[in-house]
């Protein structure tokens, strides 16, 4: 019973200031609990379900799954590196706790450009001590670190596997991309490699859509016997094109990854970019657990991956040489 001492207005501000305190705790309790962290992830090239899916993996078995403990703000440049400064500039300015780029090094390169404090996990062509992302591969000692493939340097081991696979080809027409900052790693490598086969080749370059249908237009004028595509973001971006392209002209091509070989290429050889996109969340684990990337050593395959497609090489009516077949990691029937 209230007590006669106190007037009622009294009585009801002193019980009311009571249960405001007791119903406000659980909105304190929960301020207080640390906001779910955020992933931004930078793409060179566009959306892969494959590969996002192999790195999503990684990350659900160091204990974070997208949505429940942990946030992805995914941004892609679509292949058109001109867009992955602005892009990388955004996603910082999102307070992310960590950045993983892909799809190329220019991404790696613009999101380090972009910050120096925010940990970056890379999975780039790239070698990044010759472009300043780390001190050393043991001991990065930077905001960055991650998977460096070697994609972009292996084009003359490309070259001599179509050649051999493709023997009766007097010209190989090799399509690369001038905007890579590998292009010309990767023209040397298939000069030299060209020299040691005798093998005449026909370099075109493509970093439009439109350079691409050119680029097929006169591999057909050309009378070249193959092609082979090289290693580049914006060529991963139009995989369906590039290879629908070589469909229609039937041209005998070879790829750097297995995803073009699935998607009806002949053929592909080049490190497992699913094997890197998982190390990647791998790293992108550890770090959201307290590790630093600059502690972090750079991750180098060391395993590679010849895929051949034969139902596509049946189309082409083309016989692959029982030496290629028996060696390839995978064959698609």
Request: aromatic share 8%; hydrophobic share 45%; charged share 15%.
């Amino acid at each position: 019973m209230p007590s006669p001492q106190l007037g009622w207005g009294m009585q009801r501000r002193n019980f009311l200031g009571v249960l405001g305190g007791a119903a406000a705790w659980p909105f304190a309790a929960r301020a207080q609990q640390p906001a779910m962290p955020v992933i931004g992830f930078l793409d060179g090239q566009s959306f892969d379900l494959h590969l996002m899916t192999a790195f999503r993996q990684a990350l659900k078995d160091a204990g974070y799954i997208e949505g429940r403990n942990v946030a992805i703000y995914f941004r892609s440049a679509d292949g058109q590196t001109d867009r992955l400064v602005t892009l990388a500039g955004d996603i910082v300015g999102r307070r992310v706790a960590v950045i993983v780029t892909a799809g190329g090094g220019a991404a790696a390169l613009a999101a380090y450009a972009a910050t120096t404090t925010i940990p970056i996990v890379f999975v780039s062509g790239v070698d990044p001590l010759t472009y300043g992302l780390v001190m050393s591969f043991n001991r990065p000692g930077s905001n960055a670190t991650g998977v460096y493939i070697f994609q972009q340097v292996l084009e003359r081991k490309r070259l001599e596997l179509l050649h051999g696979l493709v023997p009766a080809a007097a010209l190989i027409a090799v399509l690369l991309n001038p905007t890579n900052a590998n292009f010309q790693t990767q023209l040397r490598g298939v000069q030299d490699a060209a020299r040691t086969l005798g093998q005449q080749v026909s370099i075109l370059s493509a970093s439009t859509e439109r350079d691409i249908d050119v680029a097929f237009a006169t591999v057909t004028k050309s009378g070249a016997g193959a092609l082979l595509v090289g290693s580049d973001p914006f060529f991963n971006s139009e995989r369906d094109q590039v290879v629908a392209l070589a469909a229609r002209h039937a041209i005998p091509a070879l790829y750097e990854g297995r995803e073009f070989a699935t998607a009806g290429g002949l053929a592909s050889y080049g490190t497992s970019l699913a094997d890197a996109y998982r190390q990647a969340g791998i790293y992108a684990g550890r770090i959201l657990r307290g590790e630093k990337a600059a502690d972090l050593p750079i991750v180098q395959p060391t395993k590679f991956e010849l895929v051949i497609n034969l139902k596509t090489a049946k189309a082409l009516g083309l016989d692959v040489p029982r030496g290629l077949s028996s060696s390839a990691d995978e064959i698609i029937e």
